[in-house]
């Protein structure tokens, strides 16, 4: 009997390919150097604001964000000014697993984004809730199932960091993962396609960033390497599964780099008289042209009537308005530098064109320096701490692959994109690209 094709995708969230580089010509990261050296491997770049979100959605749907709509882990608009966590409800595009294309293939997903609430389906799912549940995973009885294996995948709203010290929260961080990567391979044998995010990278890239800029001598003992390493082991023990039918792949959505400041845009919208403030330091939206959108977006909203419960400018005025507040913004200074913020600041037409186009920020701002970052929404970056962190994404990261779907030795020069990951499970699976698709298989000469 002939066995079926398997696929084991890793997404290594953070990955920087500059550490990548390093630490893998060092032979620090056996599984990544050898993904890379014997298999097929490239550059990926996220379109538009590099976040988790618009990229993973990306990968689920097939769909690049500017027709799936994910900008944010939120909405970007809310009439009430209070942007809403974004669920599985929201999506406009189906699930890899309920394409038609991949009919009769089992897949097993844990830990992305975009899932949550779980629906039924032909395989497993632990999904990415953002508030604490007891219901998210399918079929379920599936983390009981997986309990009695000795394999407890937790999620991230359970790991939430709030400035408890490092010995405390990194053992989590690092434990998460590795429970992540056994259920995904106690899952392999019963499923052809199996998906799993891991996060540790991301996080600790966020909170412990400043370890590595101790100096060479020091990056071992950081945080962020121990993240990669235990990512590196989850790669291994994939590899260790890898057979004539089984290709790994892996890659990440988004890079990182270092963070100085978040800086309040707002604070210098109102300095323009663009946006007033109440008493009490909130915003007067009454008295408001434009406000920052939701953190990670680096998006501006304009206060449009009828958008807006308390919307000041009208449709027929809105490009004008768009225009003097692009001119507003391209003036505004970094506080920390006295240069120019911003190399850019483009309409979101510009950015995202697309049947999504209207759920992006009105416009999206691209810094001149990414070690200076805009603010985004003070509710949320007040509430995940957002003003602590040393660290934040980059467009660009990785993707590599090996096994019998991939040329060995293949580097590809051309750079990828979130949408590629799915077109190329079509091509290893044998079946056709869905329609509307349009990414480009990865892992074959061209």
Not at 19 to 41: I, K, T, V
Not at 51 to 66: C, D, K, M, N
Not at 71 to 93: K, M, N
Not at 367 to 388: E, K
Request: aromatic share 8%; charged share 20%; hydrophobic share 40%.
């Amino acid at each position: 009997m002939t066995k079926q094709q398997r696929t084991i995708v890793i997404i290594t969230e953070g990955a920087a390919p500059a550490l990548l580089d390093r630490w893998c010509a060092a032979g620090l990261l056996p599984g990544y150097a050898r993904l890379r050296a014997e298999g097929s491997h490239g550059a990926v770049s996220a379109e538009g604001t590099p976040y988790e979100p618009p990229g993973l959605l990306s990968v689920l749907t097939g769909q690049r964000a500017a027709d799936h709509g994910y900008f944010s882990y939120w909405t970007c608009h809310d009439p009430e000014y209070a942007p809403q966590v974004l669920g599985s409800a929201d999506r406009r595009h189906p699930l890899l697993w309920q394409q038609e294309s991949f009919a009769g293939l089992r897949f097993a997903s844990i830990g992305l984004f975009g899932t949550h609430p779980v629906e039924p389906m032909d395989g497993a799912v632990i999904s990415y809730p953002m508030r604490a549940t007891l219901h998210a995973c399918h079929p379920r009885d599936l983390q009981r199932r997986l309990a009695k294996e000795g394999i407890r995948p937790v999620h991230d709203v359970s790991i939430f960091w709030t400035g408890q010290p490092r010995e405390q929260l990194l053992p989590h961080l690092l434990e998460a993962d590795r429970q992540r990567g056994k259920a995904a391979l106690a899952l392999l044998p019963e499923s052809n396609v199996v998906i799993v995010n891991l996060t540790s990278i991301d996080r600790t890239s966020h909170i412990y960033w400043q370890e590595l800029e101790h100096g060479p001598e020091h990056e071992q003992e950081s945080a962020v390497f121990a993240a990669y390493r235990t990512n590196d082991q989850v790669i291994q023990d994939a590899l260790a599964l890898a057979d004539d039918h089984t290709d790994v792949l892996a890659f990440s959505e988004i890079g990182f780099g270092p963070l100085r400041d978040y800086c309040s845009i707002n604070d210098d919208l109102e300095r323009a008289g663009l946006l007033a403030k109440t008493p009490d330091g909130g915003i007067d939206w009454a008295r408001t042209t434009a406000f920052e959108a939701v953190q990670g977006t680096h998006g501006m909203n304009i206060n449009v009537r009828g958008r807006y419960k308390h919307g000041t400018v009208r449709k027929q005025d809105y490009e004008r308005v768009r225009a003097e507040v692009v001119t507003a913004l391209m003036e505004t200074l970094n506080p920390r530098t006295g240069l120019p913020f911003f190399a850019a600041v483009h309409t979101r037409e510009e950015v995202y064109p697309g049947t999504a186009t209207a759920g992006a920020p009105d416009l999206i701002m691209e810094p001149a320096d990414w070690r200076y970052l805009p603010l985004g929404d003070p509710r949320w970056a007040t509430h995940v701490h957002r003003t602590w962190q040393s660290g934040w994404h980059r467009r660009e990261s990785f993707w590599a692959g090996l096994g019998p779907g991939f040329a060995a030795g293949h580097a590809d020069a051309a750079v990828a994109s979130p949408v590629d990951i799915p077109v190329t499970l079509s091509r290893l699976h044998g079946r056709a690209t869905p329609e509307g698709w349009p990414g480009r298989a990865l892992g074959t000469p061209a």
